[in-house]
């Protein structure tokens, strides 16, 4: 058993809006606009890290948990943009948040990679005591290498969010998850040191746009809830069009899918984070469903109740 | 046999547009299709031809063009 105690989230403050992008990228607002939903993002400024984005996620989060960082037994940090082969981000990130000693975890993975924390931290709650996922991506820096990808570059922006897991109590009840990874798509959606990312667009949306309901019908299906029943979905911020889709597939209002993808963008494993740190609004009884798809391809759902 | 006036009339259902005369053109390239639109179209593809695409199948390259979509559905539909 665990639960989810708090989320925290950081985004720089640098806001960079589509008339910005329309002159570097050669295409106009309302373009972007309609390919992604997104109408400006966040940049990082060149002194920021992404530890500096998810230990200040993390600060948020045990500030609103009003958790001690001693009182935290294990640290995950995902990230698919972190600045170096290794170490990654986990272990500096938990020693500047005063957590020294304590054991913490590097996920290299993108999109999917917050949602898989989560589901791992559930589970290795029991033995470590509370578990603190953050995911940071500084996607600025990659998206910036030359030659420029309009159809990637207008997509991300920066930012961390943080989610506090706690084997005794909090404000939902972590019940199940479902996790997938196919590696024969890892070609379709990669990123190379210092290489412009590589994103083949159509094969990203087809498998997404299949995966994801599939994933939340097989988790759900698991508990004889229709995804009808479910209050909120809370998904990576991949897409406007995306989400859409995804909502039609699975026959739920698309209110149902708290999106703030309009005023971040993508910030790839940061995003589900961010936008659960925003959205918070967990009641007794009620079922949220968190969902990711992500290079890889990896994907899954995990399915909370409130308490 | 697949008639390809069965699945001119499917892909134009979902793109609610005119489709190119050639069936080797590709439908993305002339403008027919975008990313979204291709998973509406095999939704609609495996309602009409009864046929369930398996994720490893789905690549935009296997259903670019009418002459592809009737080539694969040969194959898959009984």
Redo the contacts between chains.
């Keep these: 058993m665990a639960f989810l105690r708090a989320f925290g989230s950081y985004v720089p403050s640098r806001i960079v809006g589509n008339p910005e992008l329309e002159a570097l990228l050669g295409c106009d607002s309302d373009w972007i606009v309609s390919v992604s939903g997104i109408s400006e993002r966040r940049y990082a400024d060149d002194t920021e890290s992404v530890v500096d984005l998810a230990v200040n996620a993390a600060t948020d989060c045990l500030s609103r948990a009003r958790v001690q960082p001693s009182d935290v037994g294990l640290v995950i940090v995902a990230s698919g943009s972190a600045g170096r082969r290794f170490p990654g981000p986990a272990a500096e990130t938990a020693s500047r948040l005063g957590m020294a000693g304590t054991p913490s975890i590097d996920l290299p993975m993108a999109s999917a990679g917050s949602l898989f924390g989560m589901a791992i931290g559930a589970q290795l709650a029991a033995l470590h005591g509370r578990v603190l996922v953050i995911a940071a991506e500084k996607m600025s820096a990659v998206i910036s290498r030359p030659p420029l990808d309009r159809n990637t570059a207008i997509l991300f922006g920066d930012g961390a969010g943080a989610c506090l897991i706690d084997p005794k109590d909090g404000v939902a009840e972590i019940i199940d998850s479902s996790l997938h990874s196919?590696g024969?798509f890892a070609h379709n959606l990669l990123l190379e040191f210092d290489q412009p990312i590589h994103m083949d667009?159509?094969?990203v949306?087809?498998?997404a746009?299949?995966?994801v309901p599939a994933v939340i019908r097989e988790l759900l299906d698991r508990h004889q809830r229709p995804a009808s029943s479910i209050a909120t979905f809370l998904m990576h911020q991949a897409n406007q069009?995306?989400i859409t889709?995804i909502a039609q597939a699975l026959e739920v209002a698309p209110e149902k899918f708290y999106s703030n993808i309009a005023r971040y963008g993508n910030t790839s494993s940061a995003s589900m984070l961010i936008a659960a740190s925003e959205w918070n609004a967990f009641r007794k009884d009620e079922p949220v469903v968190f969902a990711a798809f992500g290079a890889g391809f990896h994907w899954g759902a995990l399915l909370a109740l409130g308490t | 046999m697949i008639s390809q006036e069965r699945i001119r009339a499917v892909v134009e259902k979902v793109a609610q547009k005119p489709i190119p005369a050639d069936p080797e053109e590709s439908l993305f390239e002339s403008g027919v299709l975008d990313s979204f639109a291709l998973p509406d179209m095999i939704g609609e593809l495996e309602k009409e031809f009864h046929l369930k695409v398996p994720d490893a199948d789905l690549t935009p390259r296997k259903f670019d063009s009418v002459a592809r979509i009737a080539d694969y559905l040969s194959v898959h539909v009984s």
Excluded: P
Aim: hydrophobic content about 30%; overall charge positive; aromatic content about 0%.
């Design positions: 196919d024969s667009g159509r094969v949306i087809l498998q746009s299949r995966k069009n995306l889709r």
